[in-house]
């Protein structure tokens, strides 16, 4: 896959309603979740806190890759 496949591929995601509305509710129900479980529960409140990190990175590398296309002389690497 080229990189200008990349770039077109991660707009379409990005610009799909119904992933940005997915997403949405992915991160806030692990907000949610780490906020809310026991505070002596250390485990449940990281695996929540990196379930919301990975749903935040993820839209960082499509975000960055749909941007490339826009700023010459900057690859992607994946």
Avoid: H
Wanted: glycine content about 2%.
């Amino acid at each position: 896959m080229t990189d200008e496949e990349k770039s077109r591929a991660a707009q379409v995601i990005l610009d799909m309603p119904l992933f940005n509305f997915l997403m949405d509710e992915l991160e806030a129900q692990a907000i949610d979740a780490c906020l809310n479980a026991n505070p002596t529960d250390n485990e449940t409140r990281a695996a929540y806190a990196s379930e919301a990190r990975a749903i935040r990175n993820l839209r960082s590398k499509l975000n960055f890759l749909a941007e490339e296309a826009k700023a010459p002389g900057v690859r992607a690497r994946v």
